[in-house]
């Protein structure tokens, strides 16, 4: 079993930047595909980003595509979420989540092919 902290979150002004972490909790960090999924206050947890074990290969929805990046550092067990020309709808709980085995462009977007969830953080863009 894997934990997963997030840090990084806080309050930035809309165009701004953040970059978050997720720190695993053990050394085979590399046995899984990481997610980033966000969730703003009355709205459902959507999907964001997903990065394959190896760092290979990425994958944005539409909104963030081009404004944010996702890596990983397998060395540190750590991955990581650069956000970019931050603005008000980006404002959500983020969090960051572990899963295994092969996931399609479609089943990576579910919330439930992820085994392993952060306690996730907060994330205000102000106006």
């Known amino acids: 079993q894997v934990q997963l902290v997030e840090s990084g979150g806080g309050l930035v002004q809309a165009g701004g930047s953040l970059r978050l972490s997720c720190a695993a909790s053990e050394r085979s960090f590399t046995n899984y595909g990481i997610g980033w999924f966000r969730q703003a206050p009355g709205k459902e947890r959507e999907f964001v980003t997903r990065i394959s074990k190896s760092g290979g290969s990425t994958y944005y929805a539409d909104s963030v595509k081009g404004r944010f990046t996702i890596s990983r550092d397998n060395a540190k067990n750590t991955a990581y979420l650069q956000m970019n020309s931050l603005n008000s709808e980006d404002t959500a709980v983020y969090y960051c989540?572990?899963?295994?085995?092969?996931?399609?462009?479609?089943?990576?977007?579910?919330?439930?092919?992820?085994?392993?969830w952060g306690q996730g953080t907060q994330v205000t863009v102000s106006s």
């Open positions: 989540a572990a899963h295994s085995g092969v996931v399609t462009p479609q089943t990576m977007r579910s919330q439930y092919v992820y085994a392993y």
